[in-house]
């Protein structure tokens, strides 16, 4: 994530690409065609999509300098009539996969709970989406990738030629099952997993005003170290990581010598309707998207509107958008007609 530069990208600019790309005209049929435990969430959702088009991505208003966004008073970290099952799910409780789900761990937490993926498409360019590397404290950005692994599940043929999508809803499953105070942000010892990587680490990091434990070093924790060596197994062609709540799309970047991939960032904020901007509200060090950028991998931040929805419909159409670059097929290609247009 870009941070604290003092600059700005201009919008002008986006790498020039033959890919198809992806019209919002096909999200009605999408919706008829979700599966029912999916469709009252989105039915809710409809009425609560955030409107696009500010100037500048701004923090909640209920965020007042050195506070961290408390959970309001009543509400769950989840959407409405979200089941618990799901997050103990994701967070490695339920060790019985839907039998025919390509699915697979990519290392253990600290309490040794599996990180769980899972993969849609067999195509050479891969897409990575990671929720909750922020545990409870973000626990709706894990519900937003379960809800992307549902529709993945029961419509494969949205993944396109060439295109492989893969899935890893809770980065931080020590987190997820801590409830949804501050204290869920952190892994089971104690560390903030999004200063633990290896661009710019810092022994001091913060949140705000208010101190986090980044880790003894980069890479010290087994989350960290997981995702990392998933990472640089086979190096994706992008990856985004879903946090919640500023509101906004954020590119990672690492130094003048690996700049942030403005392309995605501009077709990220077409696609969703989150505005593209420089998270310059305080220092971050140690952020995995900037690690990612040094390793020459584009990687997005997306920061959902709110701590309790998943925002589901949006998110969706940002996949899509970057599916429509990556695929392979051309724009005649039945599959990307159906999906892009």
Request: net charge negative.
């Amino acid at each position: 994530m870009a941070m604290g530069r003092g600059k700005r990208y201009g919008r002008g600019f986006c790498k020039p690409h033959p890919r198809p790309v992806w019209r919002a005209s096909r999200l009605p049929a999408i919706i008829f065609t979700m599966s029912r435990r999916t469709t009252l969430i989105l039915i809710v959702l409809a009425c609560l999509l955030a409107a696009c088009g500010a100037e500048r991505v701004s923090l909640p208003s209920t965020l007042a300098p050195g506070q961290l966004p408390p959970m309001p008073d009543g509400v769950t970290p989840t959407a409405e009539g979200a089941d618990d099952a799901r997050l103990a799910a994701l967070s490695g409780l339920d060790a019985t996969p839907d039998p025919a789900d390509d699915r697979f761990d990519i290392g253990r937490s600290v309490e040794g709970r599996p990180i769980w993926a899972w993969r849609f498409g067999e195509g050479e360019r891969r897409l990575v989406l990671v929720g909750a590397i922020h545990g409870g404290f973000e626990a709706n950005s894990a519900l937003l990738a379960e809800l992307l692994i549902d529709h993945f599940r029961d419509h494969p043929e949205d993944v396109l030629p060439g295109v492989q999508i893969v899935i890893i809803p809770a980065a931080n499953p020590d987190g997820l099952v801590r409830g949804s105070g501050v204290e869920a942000r952190f892994n089971a010892n104690g560390v903030d997993l999004n200063r633990n990587w290896g661009c710019e680490w810092s022994e001091t990091a913060v949140v705000q005003d208010m101190t986090v434990n980044p880790g003894t070093g980069p890479f010290s924790e087994p989350e960290s170290q997981a995702l990392r060596d998933f990472f640089l197994t086979k190096p994706p062609a992008a990856v985004v990581f879903y946090h919640s709540a500023a509101g906004g799309v954020f590119m990672g970047e690492c130094g003048d010598d690996h700049p942030a991939a403005d392309w995605m960032g501009e077709m990220l904020e077409e696609a969703t309707g989150y505005t593209y901007g420089q998270f310059d509200y305080y220092e971050v060090s140690g952020d995995a998207s900037n690690w990612l950028a040094a390793q020459g991998i584009p990687a997005a931040i997306i920061e959902l509107n709110t701590q309790t929805e998943p925002e589901f419909a949006q998110n969706l159409r940002g996949v899509y958008a970057l599916q429509c670059y990556l695929t392979s097929a051309g724009a005649d290609h039945p599959a990307v007609q159906r999906v892009c247009s």
